[in-house]
Every structure is written in structure tokens, then in C-alpha cells.
């Protein structure tokens, strides 16, 4: 190439700039993660309601709730083609959750009938109050056996 091509060229692009305008190419996407992460938010979602499912599980149903959707957005996760930690974590979270709730709902009803028996029988009522405390011990291990 001679100086001539050269000055055409410089005189042909005299209006644009000589380099590249990389500012016009990147333009913010509000939908860039959800395009380039799929299942992500599930993974998330399943995590803490994990969690929940965790921090209420000694209150019976309520451990329950937060358990089951963290199953449900495990498998949108799993479905979507991500299997993360977080999915994962909240999948583990889950299953202890739901475990521990199911125990606590076992004795919440089991001590709901206990408490029950107690009550709507008022003969028991007063022999109970008048018993010795290994007496007592004795008849409520014998009533929470039944």
C-alpha cells in the first residue's frame, strides 16, 4: 500500500472515528440472567424454603408447607438443567425438615389426645391430683403408651 491508498482511505472516513464504538454494542438486559441462568431462581427458591421448612418443622404443618415446595422447585431447578449446591442444599434441607415436622405433628396429636384423656375425665383429674409423683410418672408413661 502507497500513501495515496492510504489518504483515500483517511479521506473517505473523514465524518467516523477510527475506532470502534464497543459502548453501542453492550446494551443492559433485563432478562440477562434468566436468558443465561435457567433454573437459578429455582435453585434459590429451593434453598430457603429449605430453610423454612428447617426453621419450622417443630411447628407441625408449617415445617410441611415450606418442604414440599422446596421439593417443587428442586425438580423446576433439576428440569431446567441446573443441579447446583443450591438446589441441592435446599433438596437436603427439605427432607429433614419434612422428616422432623411429620415426628413433631406424631407427638403434637399424641399430646393433644393425652391432654384429652386428662380433661374429659374428672374422676382421673382428682386421683392424679392426690397421687404421689412416681405414682403420676407411672400412670402417664401407662397413658402415653396407649
Same mark, same amino acid.
Given at each position: 500500500m502507497d500513501n495515496q491508498d492510504l489518504n483515500q482511505r483517511e479521506n473517505s472516513n473523514e465524518?467516523?472515528? +477510527?475506532?470502534?464504538?464497543?459502548?453501542?454494542?453492550? +446494551?443492559y438486559d433485563d432478562n440477562y440472567y434468566e436468558k443465561n441462568d435457567?433454573?437459578?431462581?429455582?435453585?434459590?427458591?429451593?434453598?430457603?424454603?429449605?430453610?423454612?421448612?428447617?426453621?419450622?418443622?417443630c411447628c407441625?404443618?408449617?415445617g410441611l408447607i415450606p418442604g414440599i415446595l422446596a421439593i417443587i422447585f428442586f425438580s423446576k431447578a433439576k428440569k431446567n438443567g441446573e443441579e447446583s449446591g443450591m438446589a441441592i442444599a435446599g433438596l437436603v434441607c427439605a427432607i429433614i425438615g419434612i422428616i422432623f415436622s411429620i415426628i413433631s405433628t406424631i407427638s403434637w396429636v399424641k399430646y393433644?389426645?393425652?391432654?384429652?384423656?386428662?380433661?374429659?375425665?374428672?374422676?382421673?383429674?382428682? +386421683?392424679?391430683?392426690?397421687?404421689?409423683?412416681?405414682?403420676?410418672q407411672k400412670l402417664i408413661l401407662q397413658m402415653m403408651n396407649q
Open positions: 465524518g467516523e472515528s +477510527r475506532y470502534q464504538d464497543y459502548t453501542a454494542e453492550k +446494551r435457567p433454573g437459578k431462581s429455582n435453585s434459590i427458591i429451593a434453598l430457603i424454603t429449605g430453610i423454612l421448612s428447617l426453621v419450622f418443622c407441625s404443618i408449617f393433644g389426645a393425652f391432654i384429652y384423656m386428662i380433661y374429659s375425665n374428672p374422676d382421673l383429674m382428682q +386421683r392424679m391430683q392426690t397421687m404421689e409423683t412416681e405414682e403420676l
